[in-house]
């Protein structure tokens, strides 16, 4: 099992910049990538950006360019740097960790971006 608890989320003004992170804990043996997905009301969940464990990262084009994501060596610390946020960019922002055949989630954490 493996637990995940978000935290850096709040309101903030167009062009502004937020710092998410996620904490993991339990067994992180065989984590295989580490993903930031976000949730906009009456929208479905969508991955905004993941990092494998050999680094290599992959970003929504939402967010190519605007947000980076980082991890430590041992995967506990998960970030995404977000940078001129838009209004758009509003929704509940859930980390992701997958390990061989399971998927784990945190609760979320809401980003809510005013213009």
């Known amino acids: 099992q493996v637990q995940l608890v978000e935290s850096g989320g709040g309101s903030v003004q167009a062009g502004g910049s937020l710092t998410l992170s996620c904490a993991a804990s339990?067994?992180?043996?065989?984590?295989?990538?580490m993903a930031w997905y976000r949730q906009a009301p009456g929208m479905q969940r969508e991955l905004v950006a993941s990092i494998t464990s050999g680094g290599t990262t992959n970003y929504a084009d939402s967010a190519k360019g605007r947000f980076i994501i980082s991890t430590d060596s041992t995967k506990s610390l998960t970030y995404l740097l977000m940078n001129s946020l838009k209004p758009e960019d509003t929704a509940v922002y859930f980390c992701?960790?997958?390990?061989?055949?399971?998927?784990?989630w945190g609760e979320g954490t809401l980003v809510t971006v005013s213009s």
């Open positions: 339990g067994n992180m043996f065989s984590i295989t990538a």
């Open positions: 992701h960790a997958r390990q061989s055949a399971m998927n784990y």
